[in-house]
């Protein structure tokens, strides 16, 4: 089992829409989790973090299930410069390190 | 969030050859990582670079084929080495955030290798 699994999409929606990511994590010890974006050619950009209670920046809102180890981003009233990867990003329990999914392809259509 | 630079942006090399990629960031930062990310596909972690010391490696990856310097808190060097194919690749440098796990990334260095 991938350490964090993703839907890799693409998930194509009309201009306003709203569209859900959802994402897996193997580690229960993980601590700390993320969503990044990545535009193509471009380096991943930190979206938001993820907390228990569950976080809203704007459009975007972030939770987190830590019984189902289940992290979820939705994005309401979608734009067209919101297309682009969205990577789950989770750390790597005792460590430091962080653990990237592969990635969900967003394309918002006019 | 620290402005990390990466250089060169993009180079284009012949197989046998070595290649150093630079990362400066214009703050003092106690983690950066090194990763690599092959045509559509995520980021997978080369190494730790530690100041002062050796990095530490991911499964996968050895400082005979990745060396890498760390020679102070605002710069680190990898150099791919013997380069084939395989090694086409994006190569990011990161840091971490000095009051929080996440970590921000320079623009990155994209390798093909003939």
């Known amino acids: 089992r991938k350490e964090v699994e993703q839907d890799p999409g693409p998930f194509n929606v009309p201009e306003g829409a709203t569209v859900a990511f959802n994402c897996t994590y193997s580690n229960s010890a993980s601590q700390s989790f993320f969503w990044y974006r990545q535009d193509c050619r471009k380096e991943p950009k930190l979206l938001m973090s993820v907390y228990s209670s569950g976080n809203e920046d704007g459009r975007f809102t972030a939770q987190l299930n830590r019984a189902s180890q289940y992290i979820s981003l939705l994005i309401r009233d979608s734009k067209l410069s919101d297309s682009a990867t969205y990577l789950c990003v989770v750390d790597g329990g005792a460590t430091n390190k962080l653990i990237f999914g592969t990635g969900t392809l967003l394309a918002v259509q006019p | 969030s620290a402005v990390i630079s990466q250089k060169p942006s993009r180079d284009i090399c012949q197989r046998g050859t070595s290649l150093t990629i630079q990362c400066q960031v214009d703050?003092?930062?106690?983690?950066m990582f090194w990763y690599r990310q092959q045509p559509g596909q995520s980021l997978t972690l080369i190494a730790t670079?530690?100041?002062?010391?050796?990095?530490?490696?991911e499964s996968g990856f050895v400082i005979d084929k990745f060396p890498i310097s760390r020679p102070n808190l605002t710069f680190s060097t990898l150099t791919v080495s013997n380069m084939s194919p395989e090694d086409s690749s994006i190569y990011l440098c990161?840091?971490?955030?000095?009051?929080?796990?996440?970590?921000?990334f320079g623009p990155g260095t994209r390798l093909t290798v003939l």
């Open positions: 703050s003092q930062v106690t983690m």
């Open positions: 670079a530690n100041q002062g010391s050796e990095a530490t490696y």
């Open positions: 990161s840091v971490e955030a000095y009051d929080r796990p996440q970590q921000f």
